[in-house]
Structure formats: structure tokens, C-alpha cells
């Protein structure tokens, strides 16, 4: 379950920074993940429920925004950009699992829709981020 690696690392990153922060609540976290990852968004969403900690009350009501950052490609050959629907290949299930866990394998499933060629490099799309984390800080009368 790809998905709830990447929730666990979230959570970890949000604790993490409400600590560096001192931030008593997390109200929202923005997190970024690219298209090449393939992530099930309703999965990712129940993951990141499901791995939060009962007992941390700093990521009690925490929102979490996902968003899919569409991923963009430009060929180094002939300096087309074009999109994962655009790009030739990687139609079978199979091969968008394979780029779902590894990434860096979409050179092997994907080429230009230009030029064939499967020399790309991908500008956007790529990766989990976190984008922010909001949060509070206690006031002390």
C-alpha cells in the first residue's frame, strides 16, 4: 500500500513541523502529489485518517487538502512538452502500477508523442509535497 507509506510521511512531516513551530493544533496541511505517482486520492485521503495518531491532539481536527499536480514532460530531443495522456505507451494497468511505485520508470513506459523518442525529462508532476501547514499557537494570558 503505496498510499499509506506516503501518509505515514505526511503525518511525520505535519508533527514534525508543528514541534519546529511550536503549533499546540495543525488546522490544515496542503499536500501536493504528482500525477506520476498514480496515488488513489481516496485511498491516500483514508490513509492519512487512518495512520493519524488518536492520542496527538496537536492533529486532532487537521484537514488535509490533496491536490494532483498534472505532470508535465518535455522531450530532449526535439523539446516538445506534453502531457501523461498525451505521451505514447503506458496504456495497460500493469505498466502505470509499475510507474505508480517507481516513478522514474515512466522513460520506460512513455515516449514523445513528437518524435517517439522516450528521452523526456519531467518538469512537473513528480513526487509528494507538502505545500503548508497551518496551525496555532496557544496564547498564554
Known sequence: MHE?????????????????EGLDTVTSVDVRVGELQQIKQDLFA???????????PRLAATRFDVLVEPAELRCRICT?????????G???ADDLEAV????????AFFACPGC??????????????IAS?????????
Open 4 to 20: 499509506y507509506a506516503l501518509a505515514e510521511a505526511v503525518v511525520r512531516a505535519a508533527l514534525r513541523a508543528a514541534e519546529t
Open 116 to 129: 517517439g523518442s522516450p528521452d523526456f525529462e519531467v518538469s512537473s508532476g513528480r513526487g509528494v509535497t
Open 90 to 92: 503506458a496504456s495497460s
Open 80 to 88: 516538445h512538452t506534453f502531457s501523461m495522456t498525451e505521451a505514447q
Open 100 to 107: 505508480h511505485f517507481v516513478p522514474e520508470l515512466a522513460h
Open 133 to 141: 501547514i497551518e496551525g496555532e499557537q496557544r496564547v498564554d494570558a
Open 46 to 56: 483514508f490513509a492519512l485518517d487512518q495512520v493519524r495518531p488518536a492520542d496527538e
